[in-house]
């Protein structure tokens, strides 16, 4: 909670701190890579730099939170930072690094806004950091002690068993660690990261979602290659694409997120687009292996049959469920199953007290969050995963 002396001191700087947020976070950045050119070529991923979508998710969080802590201060913000919490983890921040961060953020915020910064809006602003980086810092030692991993500690060299093309862009990989033993469990849902070493000698991190269910002694993910321009957008899964065969080692990390299968028979929703089916197709695996009767509705849009990774798997696992249905959209004609056009969640029959699960573009995501929110679904109720950098925090 904000101390009494800060609150309006934030209150009344929220909406000039807010609106030079971007200019604050572009500075930061520079900043620090400036003074700390490892963290950018072997930590942040390169193409969010590039497009600028790290610097807005930044902005968004620090603005979500701060507007949280004047307006809502009852109310912990737990749900925003266990997934930044979870990525962190991933990527193996560790409490030190909170450290360079603040050093050049607010170093950036004084050289952006000058005189506006007095030394009672510093500590205000200052108390508003700390607030956030000890309470990632405190949920990020908690992920680690799950794994029983030391700060930052997450990774682990895991071999190629298996490589599988899904879709022209679409590639499974299946791994199981270096030393033979098994790749241990998670919850349906979760994702790990991947280290590769790029031509130029950077070791990029990028995140995939676990694509079938635990309970064997490999893993399995699927990498989607996009396509990035001239940005350097789509490296790490073209390298993957074009470079990694059975027999190639990685270094994969332990598997975090927060979008997971819960317990119990409650209703389910699962909704994708694209790629965003992973997660879903570990959590339909489950159900499947473990005889779920729960009812189950999962809904998917693509571009088209062929472009729809795992299709068939994931027409299978539903089938295997005695109370579920399968929903498919495409734009471009090809299924007689499926509809054409954009997917429309609203005119679905769904069952009361569901709980939903949504990955996929942010466009998909917030079309069928609407259209939940009109058909009476709670908004707790509702959780999504992004693959990327935020975009949805504080501007929903």
């Known amino acids: 909670m904000l101390s009494e002396q800060s609150t309006p001191v934030i209150r009344a700087t929220l909406p000039v701190v807010g609106s030079a947020l971007g200019d604050i976070s572009e500075r930061f950045y520079v900043g620090m890579f400036d003074d700390h050119p490892e963290l950018l070529r072997d930590l942040f991923n390169r193409g969010n730099q590039a497009n600028g979508e790290q610097r807005q998710a930044l902005a968004g969080s620090i603005a979500a939170f701060a507007t949280m802590l004047v307006e809502r201060p009852d109310v912990r913000p737990d749900a925003m930072l266990a997934r930044i919490a979870n990525k962190h983890a991933a990527l193996g921040i560790t409490s030190g690094q909170y450290k360079i961060v603040h050093h050049h953020l607010f170093a950036a915020i004084v050289d952006v806004l000058g005189s506006t910064v007095t030394p009672d809006v510093a500590a205000a602003w200052d ?48 791994l199981q660690p270096a030393n033979g033993d098994s790749a241990g469990s998670f919850r349906p849902g979760q994702y790990v990261s991947v280290q590769v070493e790029l031509p130029d000698g950077a070791r990029q991190i990028r995140q995939y979602s676990l694509s079938a269910a635990p309970g064997t002694a490999h893993w399995r993910i699927t990498v989607k290659r996009v396509h990035g321009g001239a940005s350097p957008d789509g490296e790490v899964s073209s390298w993957l694409h074009r470079n990694a065969g059975v027999g190639d080692v990685l270094a994969v990390s332990a598997p975090f997120g927060d979008l997971v299968l819960p317990d119990g028979d409650s209703p389910l929703l699962l909704a994708s687009a694209g790629i965003g089916a992973t997660p879903m197709l570990a959590m339909l695996d489950h159900l499947a292996a473990t005889g779920a009767t729960r009812p189950v509705v999962v809904v998917h849009a693509d571009r088209s049959p062929a472009d729809h990774a795992h299709r068939d798997e994931q027409r299978r696992l539903v089938q295997a469920l005695p109370h579920a249905g399968l929903h498919l959209w495409y734009e471009e004609p090809g299924d007689e199953e499926a509809s054409v056009g954009q997917a429309d969640v609203g005119a679905l029959e769904l069952p009361s007290g569901l709980t939903a699960f949504l990955c996929g573009p942010l466009p998909f995501m917030r079309t069928v969050r609407g259209d939940l929110l009109r058909r009476g679904v709670p908004a707790e109720a509702i959780h999504y995963e992004v693959f990327g950098p935020d975009l949805w925090l504080g501007q929903d």
């Open 127 to 174: 108390e508003v950091y700390w607030l956030m980086a000890n309470a990632l810092i405190a949920a990020e030692e908690r992920l680690y002690q799950e794994h029983r991993l030391a700060e930052g500690q997450v990774w682990r060299p895991m071999e190629i068993t298996g490589r599988r093309e899904e879709t022209p862009d679409a590639v499974s990989f299946m």
